[in-house]
């Protein structure tokens, strides 16, 4: 079965003034969507709207024909939101702080064997396993930064939206970002990402804000 995410004519409004308005799009099973514009053309809250952390003021934001306001518990399973906070607990080792996010994401349980090689992929993925044992107060800004995003591989999210997600990583961090969308892309999912410098990802579609919604 194939799943579509769609934007139909959607506006935004923000301190009284109109950031964006009769925005379309429409993503599905592996499709990647980069946004680009300057600061201020909305990139952060169409991924916040989308993530339904916000609404727009018209228009409608729909999975499978339904609007994902009908029923906001299952549309969040669905997504990973990544925004511009690390949203990472100092306290808590770097192994501590992907076991606690998958509990949070889950059922609350305890965590399965399937999870906790889900945790091990991530912490390899982004050269995190060296570290797993240090308290995450510890770490650099950008280990801080590759901890968040090691998250995406600790939970089955289907839908991942990416806000300026390669802040603060070097090259290696980077090429490592590009690895793991691609394979979920690969794999049915659906990614948007908002991204100012080059990039190096595949097969995508860019939505320029800077001219309104011009899809290329």
Known sequence: MTDYFQAKNISCNRGG??????????????????????????????????AGLSTPVKGELVWNKKNISQDPCLHRDRIHYLGHFDAVKPALTVRENLAIWQKLRG????????????????????????????PARLLSSGESRRLALARLLANNAFL????????????????????????HQMAGGMVVISIHGPSNLANTRTLNLTSNANLK
């Open 17 to 50: 003034r109109c950031v964006f308005k009769g925005l379309s799009f429409s993503l599905q099973n592996g499709d990647a969507l980069i946004l680009r514009g300057p600061n201020g053309s909305g990139k952060s809250s169409l991924l916040r709207m989308m």
């Open 107 to 134: 059922d609350g349980l305890s965590v399965r064997q399937e999870e906790k090689k889900a945790v091990e992929r991530a912490l390899i993925a982004f050269d995190m396993l060296h570290l797993e044992d240090l």
């Open 160 to 183: 991942w939206l990416l806000d300026e997600p390669a802040n603060g990583l070097d090259d290696s961090s980077r090429c490592a970002l590009e690895e793991i969308i691609s394979e």
